[in-house]
C-alpha cells in the first residue's frame, strides 16, 4: 500500500522535528538527532543451492549511542530500503529512552525474501551478514535482535559466526535467541504482549472494560499473534486479522463477527505469519480483501505487520467505534493522519511505546546473559509489565499536563533523555 510514495524517514524526521521545535532544541541538537550518527551499506555474496551466486544488500545503521550500546533488530524483507533502517534505528533510540533502558538505538536490514530462499540460503545469508560487520558488534557496542522475517534460529546462525570469529562465548551480542541458548523467558511473548499492556493501561485511564471491546489487527506476525492471544484470554473479541498470502502476493482478512477463535489461528499459521486460507474456511472464517482489516466495527485497532497503512485515505473508512489505536508495528500511521485521528478523538498508543516490550525483555535477556542467572517466564512477564506500565503513566501524565497527543507526550519524554545524555557526554549543548 503506497510503498512507493512514502518514505519512512521523512515520516521520522517530521515527527521529530515537530516535538523538537517545541522543546526549542539548539540546532547542532536537532542535526545530529535527526539522522544516523553511524550507516553501514554492503554486500553479501552468497552461493545459491543451484550452485549460482547472489549478491544481497545489507544494512546496519546507530542512529545514536549516547544512552547505552546500539540496539536494535535486523529485517529481512525484499522491500527493505536505506530510508526504512534510517528511521527504525532512529524510533529505537526513542523507543529504549521512552522506557528508561540503558541502550542505544540501531537497526539492520538485508533485502532478500525469506520466503523463497531455503534454509541452508537464510543460514549462508545470517552468518555472510556477520562476516561483512562483525567489528561492529559486542555486546558493549552492538546488539542485534529478530524484526520483520527473522527469528531466534536466525539469531543463532548470526551468534555462531560471531562467536567462530572471535573464538569464545558472547551470549550478549545479540538477543531473541532460543531459550536453550541464553535466551529470556517470554521473548517471542513480550512484543505482543506488551501491546496488550498499554492497551490494558488505557482502557483504565477510559474507565473502559477490555471485556466490551472488540478488536481488528493487521498482521498475523509474531507481534499480531501474541497481542491477538492476551487480549482474546482477558476476554476482548478479535474480530478480524489481516496477513499477506504468500502464494497469490496478496493480503487476505479473515474474519469472525463473533470472535476468532485465536488457538486455532495459531494451528493454521506458518512460520511467518500467513495464515493457511482453505484451512481457515474450513472453520468457518470468512475471507475479505486484505485490506478490510481496517473497516471493521471495533472498538479497537492494532496494525502490527507494516508502515503507513493508516492514511488520511484509509482512515476515512474507518469505523466511528474506533476508539484506541495501539500501533504494534513500526510507523503504521501516516504524518498527517495522526493529527486528524486526533481531531476525531481517537487515541493512538505510539509504535514506541506500544511496542517497546520486546526491546524491554531484549534488555532482560542481556541482564541474564551478563549475570549467567536466568528468570522464570512469570518474573520476566512482571517485570515486564511493570516496565511497560511504568513507562505509560509517564507519557500520559506529560500528555495531560500539556494537552497533547500521546506521541507527542512519548518524543517529549524520550528527545529530552537523549538530549541530556548527549548534553553530559559534551557532544552537542
Ligand atoms: P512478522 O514478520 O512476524 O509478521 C509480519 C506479519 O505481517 C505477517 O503476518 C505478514 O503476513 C503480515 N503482512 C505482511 N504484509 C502484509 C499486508 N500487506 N497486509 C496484511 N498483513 C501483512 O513481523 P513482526 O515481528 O510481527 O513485526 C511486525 C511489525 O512490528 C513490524 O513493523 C516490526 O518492525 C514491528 N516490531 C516487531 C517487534 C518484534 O519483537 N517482533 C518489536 C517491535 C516492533
Known amino acids: 500500500m503506497e510503498h512507493d510514495a512514502y518514505n519512512p524517514f521523512t515520516h521520522a524526521q517530521k515527527q521529530f522535528d515537530h516535538v523538537a521545535t517545541s522543546l526549542h532544541l539548539e540546532e ?50 525484499p522491500h527493505e530500503s536505506v530510508d526504512t533502517v534510517r528511521a527504525l534505528s532512529m524510533w529505537m533510540t526513542w523507543k529504549c529512552a521512552v522506557v528508561g533502558l540503558p541502550l542505544g538505538g540501531g537497526k539492520g536490514g538485508v533485502i532478500c525474501d525469506p520466503q523463497t530462499l531455503s534454509l541452508a540460503e537464510q543460514e549462508r545469508i545470517c552468518r555472510g551478514y556477520v562476516r561483512q560487520i562483525h567489528t561492529l558488534f559486542g555486546p558493549n557496542t552492538d546488539v542485534p535482535a529478530p524484526d520483520v522475517m527473522t527469528n531466534g534460529q536466525h539469531m543463532v546462525w548470526m551468534l555462531d559466526e560471531f562467536e567462530t570469529i572471535n573464538q569464545g562465548h558472547f551470549p550478549g551480542m545479540i538477543t531473541g535467541k532460543p531459550v536453550n541458548l541464553g535466551g529470556s523467558q517470554g521473548r517471542t511473548e513480550a512484543t505482543g504482549y506488551g501491546v496488550v499492556y498499554h492497551l490494558l493501561a488505557l482502557l483504565a485511564k477510559k474507565g473502559l472494560d477490555i471485556q466490551n471491546t472488540r478488536a481488528s489487527i493487521q498482521g498475523f506476525g509474531n507481534v499480531a499473534q501474541y497481542a491477538a492471544e492476551l487480549y482474546s484470554e482477558l476476554g476482548g473479541k478479535v474480530v478480524a486479522v489481516s496477513c499477506w498470502n504468500q502464494k497469490d502476493q496478496k493480503s487476505y482478512t479473515f474474519r469472525d463477527l463473533n470472535g476468532l477463535n485465536v488457538a486455532k489461528l495459531f494451528e493454521i499459521k506458518d512460520a511467518f505469519g500467513s495464515l493457511d486460507i482453505e484451512k481457515a474456511k474450513a472453520l468457518g472464517i470468512e ?3 486484505g485490506e478490510a482489516w481496517i473497516e471493521q466495527d471495533v472498538e479497537i485497532l492494532i496494525p502490527a505487520a507494516l508502515e503507513n497503512q493508516i492514511t488520511l485515505e484509509s482512515m476515512a473508512k474507518m469505523s466511528n467505534n474506533v476508539q484506541i489505536i495501539c500501533e504494534g508495528a513500526n510507523g503504521p500511521t501516516a504524518y498527517e493522519a495522526d493529527a486528524a485521528l486526533f481531531e476525531r478523538g481517537v487515541t493512538i498508543i505510539p509504535d514506541f511505546l506500544c511496542n517497546a516490550g520486546g526491546v524491554t525483555c531484549s534488555y532482560f535477556e542481556q541482564v541474564q546473559g551478563n549475570t549467567n542467572f536466568y528468570w522464570e517466564k512469570e518474573e520476566v512477564l512482571a517485570k515486564l509489565q511493570t516496565f511497560m506500565n511504568n513507562a505509560f503513566e509517564n507519557v500520559y501524565n506529560v500528555a495531560k499536563e500539556k494537552d497533547i497527543n500521546l506521541r507527542d507526550a512519548a518524543y517529549t519524554i524520550a528527545i529530552t533523555r537523549v538530549k541530556e545524555a548527549v548534553q553530559a557526554r559534551g557532544w552537542a549543548s
Do not use: W
Not at 550452485?51 to 524483507?77: C, D, Q, W, Y
Open 287 to 289: 475471507i475479505l480483501p
Open 28 to 77: 547542532g541538537m536537532k542535526d545530529l538527532l535527526r539522522s544516523p550518527m553511524k550507516e553501514i551499506h554492503f554486500s553479501i555474496p552468497i552461493k545459491m543451492d543451484d550452485g549460482s551466486t547472489r549478491v544481497f544488500k545489507g544494512f546496519r545503521m546507530k542512529h545514536n549511542e549516547a544512552l547505552g550500546p546500539a540496539k536494535g533488530g535486523i529485517r529481512f524483507h
